[in-house]
């Protein structure tokens, strides 16, 4: 199992290319949206962001402190996922069937094993290295149905000290008998691990039923009451994923107005509550989510892998009614743990609908526009002094092809930059990931 040490967070300066979005690059210029240092020092101090400048600025003020020399390399806060799923980390690639008939065939069998505490911990320890491994520091995950899925995740997170959410699977119907709970009992299992985990060390709990067509009015209710009782809590649910998904929720719940009306009804659509996919998602949902403050996670490999379709990026950044994203890897029916292979479809899927999006508009996605999906970005997602320690460091030539790619240095034209970070978007993996640093530890797996 990897992890960090229990020793003491030692103060020390990482030297190297410093990137992060200090803006929302959709709406103002990248000039304004990135800070960027060529030749940085990122100083940290008792696991925080305590300075960052130019080198030459700052070697003399902190000499004092260990230096960790990454020239060449591009220092970026680490990675958010704000969707996936931990219990079906081992059908990744799960082959031949659209969302439905996927769940029934391969999703429901895997999750009953996440009954047994010692299978849910070895799974969880696994899932935490991959997510490190790949640059991931803080991701929103789904756990199983059962409560001991919740325990093991969390006491991995624990060990590692790291920023993570998740919560209870709710799912009372339409799914198998060993995987369902009741509006009763998913809510006071629910309420137990709340009071147990939320808020310890740096978890939060999530709310999770898993969509609508598998939880009755009444469960969906009680999730509400949940988020009424403990109002820093986060709502996590998927939403209008697939065509056949949306008619079948129509005709589950034809006294509402739509998929985003039963969880609007039910008093699930809050600030804190983030809705994974929003593929076939109407402009009236789109108004209705801004006006929430409610976040989409984009999940594009996962989209184009079960057929769901192209989300539609654009207009969920639509000046008029914007709607905070951040990407989600949704391992299982996602095919990469990497942040940076889900910009690279998210990339493609931007493309398909003659769409740009641009290496910074990507970067943001998964740092700082997901920091704010979350919102955590007081804490995470920049490298504004005072934030959590949480940072990547990325090699523009980790792989021969890489290498060959970006022979030139990085210098201090912002366009530079831009070329060697779309090309890793597109062709980097956890190869291109050097180091991985959790509250100014480095983590070793």
Same mark, same amino acid.
């Given at each position: 199992?990897?992890?960090?040490?229990?020793?003491?967070v030692?103060?020390?300066?990482?030297?190297g290319?410093?990137?992060d979005?200090v803006?929302d690059?959709?709406?103002?210029?990248?000039a304004?949206?990135?800070?960027y240092?060529?030749d940085?020092?990122?100083?940290?101090?008792n696991?925080?962001?305590?300075?960052?400048?130019p080198?030459t600025d700052?070697?003399?003020?902190?000499?004092h402190?260990?230096l960790?020399?990454?020239?060449g390399?591009l220092?970026?806060p680490?990675?958010i996922d704000?969707h996936?799923?931990y219990?079906?980390?081992?059908?990744?690639?799960?082959?031949g069937?659209?969302?439905l008939?996927w769940?029934?065939?391969y999703? /429901?069998?895997?999750?009953?094993q /996440?009954?047994?505490?010692s299978h849910?911990?070895?799974?969880?320890d696994?899932?935490l290295?991959?997510?490190l491994k790949?640059?991931?520091t803080?991701?929103?995950?789904?756990?199983?149905?059962?409560?001991e899925?919740v325990?093991a995740?969390?006491?991995a997170?624990?060990?590692?000290?790291l920023?993570?959410?998740?919560g209870?699977?709710?799912m009372d119907?339409?799914?198998p008998?060993?995987l369902?709970d009741?509006?009763?009992?998913?809510?006071a299992q629910?309420?137990?691990?709340i009071?147990?985990w939320?808020?310890?060390?740096?978890?939060?709990?999530?709310?999770?039923?898993?969509?609508?067509?598998?939880?009755?009015?009444?469960?969906?209710?009680?999730a509400a009451q949940?988020l009424?009782?403990?109002?820093?809590?986060?709502?996590?649910?998927?939403?209008?994923?697939?065509?056949?998904?949306?008619?079948w929720?129509?005709?589950?719940?034809?006294?509402?107005?739509?998929?985003?009306?039963v969880?609007?009804?039910?008093?699930?659509?809050?600030?804190?509550?983030?809705?994974?996919?929003?593929v076939q998602i109407?402009?009236a949902?789109f108004?209705?989510?801004?006006?929430?403050?409610?976040a989409?996670?984009?999940?594009?490999?996962?989209?184009?892998f079960?057929?769901?379709?192209?989300?539609?990026?654009?207009?969920?950044?639509?000046?008029?009614?914007?709607?905070?994203?951040?990407?989600?890897?949704?391992?299982?029916a996602g095919t990469?743990f990497?942040?940076?292979?889900t910009?690279?479809?998210?990339y493609?899927?931007?493309?398909?609908?003659r769409?740009?999006?641009?290496?910074?508009?990507?970067?943001?996605?998964?740092?700082?526009?997901?920091?704010q999906?979350?919102?955590?970005?007081?804490?995470?997602?920049?490298?504004?002094p005072?934030?959590?320690?949480?940072?990547?460091?990325?090699?523009?030539?980790?792989?021969p092809?890489?290498?060959l790619?970006?022979?030139?240095p990085?210098?201090?034209?912002l366009?530079?930059?831009?070329?060697?970070?779309f090309s890793l978007?597109?062709m980097?993996?956890?190869?291109?990931v050097?180091?991985?640093?959790i509250?100014?530890?480095r983590?070793?797996?």
């Amino acid at each position: 199992m990897g992890q960090p040490s229990a020793a003491p967070v030692p103060s020390l300066a990482l030297r190297g290319t410093l990137l992060d979005c200090v803006a929302d690059p959709f709406f103002v210029p990248a000039a304004e949206a990135v800070r960027y240092v060529p030749d940085g020092l990122l100083v940290v101090e008792n696991g925080h962001i305590a300075a960052l400048g130019p080198f030459t600025d700052l070697q003399d003020p902190y000499a004092h402190l260990p230096l960790v020399d990454y020239s060449g390399h591009l220092i970026m806060p680490g990675f958010i996922d704000t969707h996936v799923h931990y219990p079906q980390t081992g059908m990744i690639a799960a082959y031949g069937a659209q969302l439905l008939e996927w769940l029934n065939q391969y999703t /429901f069998p895997t999750e009953r094993q /996440f009954q047994d505490p010692s299978h849910a911990r070895r799974i969880a320890d696994l899932f935490l290295d991959e997510l490190l491994k790949n640059g991931t520091t803080t991701a929103l995950v789904f756990a199983a149905v059962f409560p001991e899925s919740v325990e093991a995740f969390f006491e991995a997170a624990l060990a590692r000290n790291l920023r993570m959410i998740s919560g209870k699977v709710l799912m009372d119907r339409h799914a198998p008998d060993y995987l369902r709970d009741t509006p009763q009992t998913g809510y006071a299992q629910s309420k137990a691990l709340i009071e147990k985990w939320h808020g310890r060390g740096r978890l939060a709990y999530a709310v999770t039923p898993r969509f609508a067509a598998t939880s009755t009015e009444a469960q969906l209710k009680a999730a509400a009451q949940l988020l009424d009782e403990f109002p820093d809590l986060y709502l996590h649910t998927h939403l209008s994923e697939n065509v056949n998904e949306v008619a079948w929720i129509r005709e589950l719940f034809p006294q509402y107005d739509g998929y985003l009306d039963v969880y609007d009804q039910t008093g699930l659509v809050r600030e804190r509550s983030v809705f994974a996919h929003g593929v076939q998602i109407t402009e009236a949902e789109f108004r209705r989510l801004s006006e929430a403050k409610a976040a989409i996670s984009f999940c594009p490999t996962s989209n184009l892998f079960l057929g769901s379709g192209l989300f539609r990026l654009d207009r969920a950044k639509s000046a008029a009614s914007p709607v905070k994203v951040g990407l989600g890897t949704d391992v299982g029916a996602g095919t990469s743990f990497s942040l940076l292979q889900t910009a690279n479809e998210a990339y493609k899927v931007a493309q398909l609908r003659r769409q740009a999006l641009s290496p910074f508009q990507a970067l943001f996605l998964a740092t700082l526009g997901g920091a704010q999906a979350l919102c955590l970005e007081d804490k995470i997602g920049s490298f504004n002094p005072g934030n959590e320690a949480d940072i990547i460091v990325l090699n523009p030539r980790a792989t021969p092809l890489l290498a060959l790619r970006n022979q030139a240095p990085i210098t201090a034209d912002l366009a530079t930059v831009a070329d060697a970070l779309f090309s890793l978007l597109i062709m980097g993996d956890d190869r291109a990931v050097a180091a991985t640093y959790i509250l100014g530890q480095r983590f070793s797996p």
